[in-house]
């Protein structure tokens, strides 16, 4: 009796396994998803191109080392760059070095607390700081950035401020003015169910070297839309709608991404090939 209550139970959560798709269910509620802590997504390569099939326009491609730490991205193409990682013993990320022909840009971070400090040493020997502020739930909550005149002051340049969903994604981005509260700017994202293929990767890698990307949210985004204050009023100055297509793990083997401004629309591909 047992054995045959146990085929029963198990037939059905086969069948509720099989019969439900989440895949193309917009994000408007809290989802329980069950994501296998042992199976890591490692990126290898992205691919940039103009057309579905066309050649490459920009091309990434992500070394890592024996511990599956990223050693290096290069970026080849319209724009050309490679970023190299060092760690400290724990793993933690301490410096990123940004080589572009001969120029190096060097960032050093410093962890205290819930601050992430980085400073950002150019080639002319300029320097400018950013802080991530990190949230009780391990999300960045404010990045600042800014200079430093030569007596030490602070010159702020950018002040964001993130707004989440329950489910842990990125719903609103804030620019605000130097009094902390009145917003310049602001971008709105909605979600569809997919998997993030950054989402093994290091947080500040993530948010510093693939922020276009929006990779620091759980899921993809299907839109983003950006807007400008102009006097009392915010208007719209960008859209972005962004098409899937998933693999059978239900990672993204493709997206399309289109994007209109005041001066038109305009429509790129990226290719994302894993490990």
Known sequence: MRKLIFLVLSAMLIFGLYSCDDNLQEETEIIDIDEPMDDLVRLESIVISNTPNGAPVTSIDITYDINQLITSIAFTGTSESNFQFTYAANNRLTQIDKIEGSQITIATLAYENNT??????????????????????????????????????????????????????????????SDGSTILKFTEFTYFLNNNPFRDMNDVIRFLV??????????????R?????????FLENRSINYNYTLQDDDFPNSREVET???TGTGTSYEFFNYQ
Do not use: C
């Open 260 to 262: 209109t401004t005041a």
């Open 116 to 177: 992430i400090t980085i400073t950002t040493t150019k080639p002319d020997q300029s320097r400018e700081f950013k802080e991530l502020h990190i949230d009780s739930q391990n999300r960045i909550d404010r990045a600042i950035t800014y200079d430093k005149n030569a007596s030490g002051t602070p010159m702020l340049k950018k002040r964001l401020k993130y707004t989440y969903t329950e489910n842990f994604n990125v719903s609103r981005i804030d620019e605000l003015a």
């Open 225 to 233: 839309i950006d807007y400008e204050r102009v006097g009392s009023a």
């Open 210 to 223: 693939f922020e276009d990307f929006i990779p620091y949210t759980r899921y993809l985004p299907l839109t």
